[in-house]
């Protein structure tokens, strides 16, 4: 069966400081991968998503990237946090078959920023 | 574009009694339905599905939803509601090749 981890589930960081979310998917190849962010009381807000290695689109401009350097392995990244990158981020898989597939959510990552 | 509308952001309800969230949607093309749970410090967990055929559909944990194209509505039902189903549901529409839209969610609380 297909598992979805994320790490780490919390994180505090200055504001300033860089920042790496793993997200790795298990049990499927090739997957569709999805980044999104969750603000109190606003719903998700997708980031970025990637149907291949490499291959990444920004869905906002911010002040986040995201990078596939492996088939089944997603990751977030900031230079310089910003106090409004706080938020529950989540990462997310989908079956690549060219038409509309179910989501399947990670765990999530609460991030601070202080 | 397409866009997701829960009108109810809190509902309260109590344990045994009947549950109906709303959902509206606005998508030009034959929409991908879906509703999502997600208890607190969690990821969401899928529902249930809508994408062609019998427009009631049954879901997990005795969840139902009924697609009404005319009202662009996708509204979930339950009939009896357990203290375990206090969280927050997610409506979305997919689009595209599997892009979606989420609703900005509606918190359910669930008393005695």
């Known amino acids: 069966s297909q598992t979805i981890h994320q790490w780490p589930a919390t994180l505090v960081q200055p504001v300033g400081s860089p920042l790496s979310l793993e997200c790795t998917v298990e049990?499927?190849?090739?997957?569709?991968l999805y980044w999104y962010r969750q603000a109190a009381g606003r719903g998700l807000q997708l980031l970025f998503y990637?149907?291949?290695?490499?291959?990444i689109s920004s869905e906002v401009p911010q002040n986040l990237s995201a990078s596939r350097p492996q088939d089944r392995q997603f990751i977030l990244s900031s230079k310089k946090l910003l106090l409004s990158d706080s938020g529950f981020y989540l990462c997310?898989?989908?079956?690549?078959?060219?038409?509309?597939?179910?989501?399947?959510f990670g765990p999530g990552t609460r991030l601070t920023v202080l | 574009a397409q866009s997701v509308t829960q009108p109810d952001i809190h509902i309260t309800v109590s344990e045994g009694a009947s549950l109906e969230l709303r959902c509206n949607y606005s998508?030009?093309?034959?929409?991908?339905l879906f509703w999502y749970v997600q208890s607190p410090g969690q990821g969401l967990q899928l529902l249930l599905k809508?994408?062609?055929?019998?427009?009631l559909v049954q879901g997990i944990k005795g969840f139902e939803a009924e697609f009404k194209r005319s009202q662009s509505s996708f509204n979930l039902r339950k009939p009896s509601v357990h203290w375990s189903d206090a969280a927050e549901y997610f409506c979305?529409?997919?689009?595209?090749?599997?892009?979606?839209?989420f609703g900005a969610g509606t918190q359910v609380v669930v008393t005695p």
């Open positions: 997310a898989w989908s079956v690549p078959s060219g038409r509309v597939n179910e989501q399947f």
């Open positions: 990637s149907v291949g290695i490499g291959q």
């Open positions: 979305a529409v997919g689009y595209s090749w599997g892009k979606f839209q």
């Open positions: 998508y030009g093309a034959t929409p991908y």
């Open positions: 809508y994408f062609s055929g019998d427009t």
């Open positions: 049990g499927t190849s090739n997957p569709n």
